[in-house]
T-cell receptor, first 116, second 112 residues
Framework: DTEVTQTPKHLVMGMTNKKSLKCEQHMGHRAMYWYKQKAKKPPELMFVYSYEKLSINESVPSRFSPECPNSSLLNLHLHALQPEDSALYLC???????????????FGDGTRLSIL | DAKTTQPNSMESNEEEPVHLPCNHSTISGTDYIHWYRQLPSQGPEYVIHGLTSNVNNRMASLAIAEDRKSSTLILHRATLRDAAVYYCILIRLTGGGNKLTFGTGTQLKVEL
């Protein structure tokens, strides 16, 4: 069982829909991450939040909008996605002291997103 | 970020040791070596990390070359559950959380 919970596990949406992915952890971690993983490829970092502030955006298109409402929650808001955005979206968290973290990242099992 | 090179795939028999190599010839003095694995239909899972000295934990051992240009993840007795993609990743501490840049990894197959 993973300590990082992602919902929903599967999501199918049309290109004009608006939906959100949710990630929750209760380990007291202050760094949280979103990754995108295409089939048979390694995960790619999208966003990093440190102490609820966005610290890294890997040039992700604006149709993906992250939000960190508190230290336990991380959302990814989706709008006007394209078929090529179909992928597994992974959330992770890690301890962070003063923004620096060499601690392991704990991953959820992801949301499998399909864009019709 | 410094890059890592791993074999695409390796095979092992159950109950035998497995040595998974990783080359990182451009590693800098402040880069940590992390290993993660990803089982089918799951998110990546942390395995072990180190800086200069060899490290052991309940899952595996990490052997780091003296010049730090390569490392080896050692699974002492492979089981079927160890069949996964293993990623060797270099991490440089930043002020905004750590940034994992996954390479293509090594697909480990374990047979009876």
């Amino acid at each position: 069982d993973t300590e990082v919970t992602q919902t929903p596990k599967h999501l199918v949406m049309g290109m004009t829909n608006k939906k959100s992915l949710k990630c929750e952890q209760h380990m007291g971690h202050r760094a949280m991450y979103w990754y995108k993983q295409k089939a048979k490829k390694p995960p790619e970092l999208m966003f990093v939040y440190s102490y609820e502030k966005l610290s890294i955006n890997e040039s992700v298109p604006s149709r993906f909008s992250p939000e960190c409402p508190n230290s336990s929650l991380l959302n990814l808001h989706l709008h006007a996605l394209q078929p090529e955005d179909s992928a597994l979206y992974l959330c992770a968290s890690s301890q962070s002291v003063d923004g620096y973290s060499n601690q392991p990242q704990h991953f959820g099992d992801g949301t499998r997103l399909s864009i019709l | 970020d410094a890059k890592t090179t791993q074999p695409n795939s390796m095979e092992s028999n159950e109950e035998e040791p497995v040595h998974l190599p990783c080359n990182h010839s451009t590693i800098s003095g402040t880069d940590y070596i992390h290993w993660y694995r990803q089982l089918p239909s799951q998110g990546p899972e942390y395995v072990i990390h180190g800086l200069t000295s060899n490290v052991n934990n309940r899952m595996a051992s990490l052997a780091i070359a003296e010049d730090r240009k390569s490392s080896t993840l050692i699974l002492h007795r492979a089981t079927l559950r160890d069949a996964a993609v293993y990623y060797c990743i270099l991490i440089r501490l930043t002020g905004g959380g750590n940034k994992l840049t996954f390479g293509t990894g090594t697909q480990l197959k374990v047979e009876l």
